[in-house]
């Protein structure tokens, strides 16, 4: 993912202002000005959930694109069976 994203900073977000985030509301924060961030909500099972994209103006964080929370489920879902079967090798 971070390669696809190459030159966007990253913002992590909470679990309150991740689910507004994926609702398309902006976020007000300490971040500074960028035409492009990919944003991360808190990891589940170890994993870094990536929410989508967005830039930073003025200290608000406005979304770009979003993943759907069952596009996000899938992922996290791939990268268990992933990690589960590299386990097994």
């Known amino acids: 993912t ?14 309150d202002n991740a689910g507004r985030f994926l609702s398309g509301l902006r976020r007000r924060g300490p971040w500074p000005n ?5 944003v991360w ?3 589940q099972n170890n994993q870094p ?8 103006m003025a200290g608000e964080l406005i979304p770009g694109r979003l993943l759907s929370p ?13 990690s589960n079967f590299k386990g097994e090798a």
Request: glycine share 6%; charged share 5%.
């Open 2 to 15: 971070e390669v696809l994203l190459a030159g966007h900073a990253s913002v992590t977000l909470d679990a």
């Open 34 to 38: 960028h035409p492009a961030v990919m």
């Open 41 to 43: 909500g808190p990891p």
């Open 49 to 56: 959930v990536l929410l989508g994209t967005a830039h930073v």
């Open 70 to 82: 069952i596009d996000i489920q899938q992922t996290l879902a791939q990268h268990s069976a992933l």
